[in-house]
Every structure is written in C-alpha cells, then in structure tokens.
C-alpha cells in the first residue's frame, strides 16, 4: 500500500509535461487581452472550460457572477470562470486554482495589449497540467480545479466562489493558489530552486499549517527544488485569490515565484519568453505532491491535547475517525518548520520519547491532513 502509493506519487511528477503547459501558454498568447472587462475573457473561459471536458471524469461548469462598475470596472456586467470538480468519494475538496484575467495598467483596458502570460497564464497552465494528471487515479476527496477571473480588478471571481463555499457548506481541507509561477529570473536576479509559499497565520483557519504541511510533505520529493515559507499572508501591499478563502474561514495559500519578474507585470512584456518551462513544470511537482496527500487526507483529529503531567516523554491525544491513520508533528518552540514526525496509525494517544512538550510545539493530522496544534 505504501509502496504503491509512493511508485504513483513518483510517475504523478515525471509525467508533468513542460509541451503541455507550452501549449496552455501558447493558447492564452492568442489573445491580446483576457483583461475582465473585454471579450476575450469569455473567449479564454470557453476555451479552458474545453479543455477540462476533456478530461475523463471532470465536471465543468461556466460559473458566472455579477460585477458593478467601479475602479477598473468599466460597465456593470456579468463575468465568467471556469470551476472543474473531480468528485471523490467524500465531500470534502480540496482545490487548487489560478487567474486567468490580465491587466495592463499602462492604459484603456478595452486597447492596450494585456498578454498575462506569467500573471496568472503560468497558474492556470499548472492547474491544467494537475487536474489532467490527478485525474487519472482515484481520490478520497473531491478535488476542484479553478480559473479564477475578476482578480486583477480586485479579487471578484475568489470572492463570489468563496461566498458560495460558504453559502453551499463546502468542506476545504486547502485550497492551493498559483499565481505567478512561471519565470525563474528577474534581470540578474535568479533562483532556480524554490517556489515561494505564502501564508498567513490566524484564529479564523489553518492556513499556516497547510504550507508548513506542505513543507515537509515535500522534502526530497522534487529534486533540486522545494517551496521556501514566507510567513505572510502575501507579499507587501499586494493581494490573491487565496485571501477572499481566508476571510471566509478556509485554509488557502499562495504558491508565487521566488524572484518575481516585476518590470513585466501588468504590461505587455509578460509573455511567453519571459517562462522558464523547467521552473514551471517544478511548481506543478510540489503542487502534486500536496494535491496527492491531501486528496487522500482522512477526518481531521478533534480534540488534540497534550496529557498535562511533567515529563520529558511528551503524550499527546486526540479523537480520531475509525478507519483513519494519523501522525505526530513536533518542532522546538523556536523552529518555524516540522523537526520530527511519527505516523501512529488508528491511534488516539502517541508517546513521543524524551521530545519535550516544555520546549517543543505538537500536533496532529491524518495522513495527508493539515495538522492541528496541541493545547
Ligand atoms: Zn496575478
């Protein structure tokens, strides 16, 4: 079980194709804009809509919400996205997602060339290229692919989707946000090895703890390359389609670039010479490796406490689900990252051996689950 697991997860990544996500790329060139406002974007929602259908299993919907006319709203309309669910055998979903909206802020949105290619052409790809190579086994959880649009004017399409979540109770072990993920230089600037992760720490969600999951889910999995933590809910003064996720209660985070392109941004230079398909092709690798063991992710322990008693052995219980495995997480109080992890199968209470709870942070999960801190 465990080896067939771990041979699935290894042909899941070398079977990530740099043609194909050329191909998304070159696609999205076509179009001189997909800025909200234009006709392009519904043309670009039809075509990805397309291309999920032709995934087997995939249900497609044109999801389709209102804006009114505002800052970078030029009229009250209708927009588009693009919603693809692979339904698994809970309802629980895990999502992944990007925008496929694009902006030139250098004059009328209606005119000026708007190409987007890394922001958020790249994301899309990716989440094109997953969802095809998910698709082909089956998963516990329901898994939902998303194209985001309305983000360039200000985050429209994840706030319609996340108040529909909320409205409709889905259940979100993490939504993943790829947004810019592409290039892998900026000038002389480079760096080849990390994607960075964003996330942001709060009461409302879990979100820190899926990327610090995330970290450790992916040490040694892809060579040469790994996601780098930021912990923050975004960079400086900037925002995502994960944010609308958090404000509603849900664990999402943003997987960005390390060294953003940022003199291509928002202006008709981001296109296609400016990605690096290896770079690309990496970012999908890590998003894999978190899709995969969230997909399978078992109920959540509720409960998680530490047994109160002085000693330098630490117990640490939980309610578990019947029929679901989980492990113990431990880092030193002062360490950002998981030093240490047990899996301890269907058991409610574990004993880790002379790790301290005085000086070292616990938690739990289900295999493949987000954690859930100790108290
Ligand atoms: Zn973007």
């Known amino acids: 079980m465990v080896l067939a697991a771990a041979l699935l997860m290894s042909n899941l990544l070398q079977d990530v194709s740099e043609d194909r996500l050329r191909a998304t790329l070159t696609q999205f060139s076509t179009y001189p804009t997909r800025n909200t406002n234009t006709e392009y974007l519904g043309q670009a929602a039809e075509w990805i809509a397309g291309e999920f259908r032709k995934i087997p299993g995939m249900q497609v919907e044109l999801m389709k919400y209102p804006v009114k006319k505002g800052r970078r709203i030029v009229a009250d309309k209708e927009v588009v996205q693009v919603v693809a669910t692979l339904p698994g055998a809970t309802p629980k979903r895990v999502m992944m997602g990007g925008h496929f909206d694009t902006i030139n802020l250098g004059g ?21 290229e997953c969802a095809r190579l998910m698709a082909q086994s089956k998963w516990q959880n329901t898994l ?91 960079r400086f003064q900037r925002g995502g389609d994960h944010t609308p996720f958090n404000n509603a209660g849900f664990n999402a985070v943003r997987f960005v670039e390390a060294v953003e392109a940022l003199d291509h941004q928002h202006t008709e230079n981001d296109t296609i010479n400016g990605i690096d398909f290896g770079y690309l092709a990496n970012v999908c690798r890590v998003n894999l490796v978190a899709l995969q063991g969230l997909a399978n992710a078992g109920a959540a322990p509720t409960a998680v406490a530490y047994d109160p008693k002085q000693a330098h052995s630490t117990i640490v219980r939980w309610k578990g689900t019947p029929g679901t495995r989980y492990i113990v997480y431990w880092r030193a109080s002062s360490s950002t990252l998981w030093e240490g992890s047990s899996e301890v199968g269907e058991a409610n ?5 002379n790790i301290n709870k005085d000086d070292h942070i616990f938690a739990v999960g289900s295999v493949g689950g987000v954690p859930i801190s100790a108290n």
């Open 349 to 353: 209470e574990a004993t880790i051996k």
């Open 108 to 128: 009328d949105p209606m005119v000026v060339k708007a190409p987007g290619i890394n922001d958020d052409g790249s994301g899309v790809a990716a989440t094109l």
């Open 144 to 234: 939902v692919f998303v194209a985001f649009s309305g983000e360039e004017q200000g985050l429209f399409g994840s706030t319609a989707l996340a108040a529909r979540a909320v409205t409709e109770k889905w259940q979100i072990e993490g939504l993943l946000n790829n947004d810019t993920v592409g290039a892998s230089q900026a000038g002389r600037l480079k760096d080849k090895k990390r994607v960075r992760l964003f996330s942001e720490d709060s009461e409302k969600h879990n979100g820190r703890e899926l990327a610090r999951w995330i970290e450790w889910a992916c040490r040694g999995k892809v060579k040469g390359f790994a996601p780098w933590l930021v912990y923050r809910k975004d």
